[in-house]
C-alpha cells in the first residue's frame, strides 16, 4: 500500500478563493465617473472664476472711467448687461418730478425708498434717473422740494439694466403703489411715459441741495467664490478615488494572486481539506 496521501479540496478553500475575486465592473464603473464628474465640475469653476475677474476688472474700469455720453436711442435695443451695465455716462435733460416713483431700497444710509425720476431729453425720449435714496420721513415729495431741481440739468452716473423680476422676494405692485424693483417698462406704464430708455441710470453722488436724495449708492459687489467651490471638487475627487483604492485595491490587484495561491498549494491549517488514504 501506498504511502502518498490525496488532498480534496473543501468548502473553506473555495471560499477563500471566491472571496478573492475581483469587485463588481458595475460599482467600479459607477466610482469612476462619479470621480470624472467631480473633476470637470472643478475644472468648470476654474473657468467661472477666471470669467467673474474679468468681469469685476471690467466693471471696475468702466464704473472709474470718464463719463461718456449716453448713447443714441437707436443702440437702445442692443444694449446688454455684458456689453454696457454700470458704464459710466453723461446726459442732459428735465426732471419730470410729478412722475417720480418710489421702490423700497436697504443701503448704507438704513431703510428707506429710491427715488426714480423721468428725465425728458431734447430729442423727446425718456431715461429713467434714481437719483439717490431717502429716508422714510421723507418719502412724501413735499418734503423735499427744495432738492428738486427745476429747468435742464446735467446728470452722470452708471447705467443700469431693468429689474422685471421684482426683489425682496416680493412682486411689485404698481396698482397699489407698492414697488420693490426698477421695472422700467412697469414703472413707465404706470406713469403714462412714452419713448423710454429700457434701462435706468444710477445718479452719482453730488453736493446736492438740501433734502435732495442721496446718490452714489451703487453697491458694486460680485461674489466670487469659485476657487473655494473649485477646490471642494477636486477634494471630493480626490477622496473618492482614495477610498476607491483602498477598497478595491487588493480585488483589483493582490487577491487574485493570493487566490492562485490557494490554488496551488495544499491546505495545512485548520481550513485543509479531508486527508484520505488510499486503499
Known sequence: MSD??????????????????????????????????????????????????????????????????????????????????????????????????????????????WVLTPLLRDDGTTVLVNRGFVPPERRDASTRQDGNPDGEVAVTGLLRITEPKGGFLRTNEPAHERWYSRDVAAIAAARGLHDVAPFFIDADAAANARNAPVGGLTVIRFPNNHLIYALTWFALAFMLAGKLLVTFGGGLFRRPRFARAARAAPGTGSDAGTIVKPT
Open 4 to 113: 502518498s496521501l490525496a488532498i480534496s479540496g473543501d468548502s473553506g478553500t473555495r471560499g477563500r478563493i471566491a472571496a478573492a475575486r475581483s469587485p463588481s465592473p458595475w460599482l467600479i464603473a459607477v466610482a469612476l465617473t462619479a470621480i470624472a464628474v467631480l473633476i470637470a465640475l472643478g475644472i468648470w469653476q476654474v473657468e467661472r472664476r477666471a470669467w467673474k475677474l474679468a468681469l469685476i476688472d471690467r466693471v471696475e474700469q468702466r464704473v472709474h472711467a470718464k463719463a461718456i455720453p449716453l448713447p443714441a436711442a437707436s443702440f437702445w435695443p442692443a444694449i446688454s448687461a455684458a456689453g454696457e451695465e454700470y458704464r459710466h455716462v453723461a446726459m442732459r435733460g428735465r426732471f419730470l418730478h410729478d412722475r417720480e416713483t418710489l421702490v423700497k431700497a436697504v443701503t448704507e444710509e438704513g431703510g428707506g425708498y
